[in-house]
């Protein structure tokens, strides 16, 4: 006669399991302005990243609190997309939020943001820093606290006249920008699934400057 035994787990074990599920889940925020006023413009670039990742993988977004969210498996892995929607200055608040309630370590955040310091498409991926003068990077670090999480800087640099910054990154890309964007979505579809699976350094060391 077959006795079937219910498997009961202790609480140190659950811990344990519930601590390697949460390392296998990573958080990629794209920041952005919400509306279509900004959908074309520079610096919405985190937005429009995570779109074309979106449409490549035929992935659906779901509006929920604070932010527009996705999620992706890649090889044991979930990625959760986020676009808040707290508009750019406010974006801290989305972040820690969906960190919180799906247990995202902060090694395993990731944000994406436009940089006028770097030439258009150029490609900065760093482990810590300052906001460079930011706002929505200014935001994420005074609500989490730290300047220690991951960012991937895209380029947009900074071609405009004096007194013409705001103007500059809240325009749309001109058609020569426009004709390089696909080429530069792609490489940072391949950031966002290199961060999960080879890691910060290698991810850095293989698209830094590309």
């Known amino acids: 006669m077959l006795t079937f035994f219910k ?12 601590e ?6 990573f958080l990629i925020v794209g920041l ?15 937005f429009k990243i995570l779109d074309f990742y979106a449409e490549k993988k035929s992935l ?17 892995r979930t990625l959760i997309l986020l676009k808040p929607s707290t508009f750019m200055n406010l974006s801290g608040k989305a972040v820690k939020f969906w960190m919180e309630k799906e247990k995202i370590p902060l090694e395993n955040l990731m944000v994406i943001t436009d940089d006028l310091n770097l030439a258009f498409g150029t490609i900065r991926i760093k482990t810590k820093g300052s906001d ?14 730290t300047t220690n999480y991951n960012r991937f800087r895209f380029g947009i640099s900074d071609a405009f006249a004096k007194g013409r910054q705001i103007d500059y ?6 058609s020569e920008e426009e004709k390089l964007l696909p080429e530069r ?8 699934e290199s961060f999960p699976l080879a890691g910060m350094n290698i991810t850095m060391n293989t698209f830094n400057g590309k």
């Open 20 to 25: 390697e599920d949460a390392m296998k889940k």
């Open 60 to 76: 659906s977004w779901e509006t929920a609190k604070l932010g527009d969210i996705t999620t992706h498996k890649v090889k044991g």
């Open 7 to 18: 498997n009961i787990l202790s609480p140190q074990r659950e811990q344990i399991i519930s």
């Open 132 to 145: 460079g003068g930011h706002n929505g990077l200014k935001d994420i670090q005074n609500i989490l606290q």
């Open 169 to 174: 990154v809240l325009g749309e890309w001109d």
């Open 185 to 192: 979505l792609e490489k940072s579809c391949e950031i966002i």
């Open 32 to 46: 952005g302005n919400i509306g279509p006023k900004y959908a074309h413009t520079r610096h919405n670039i985190g």
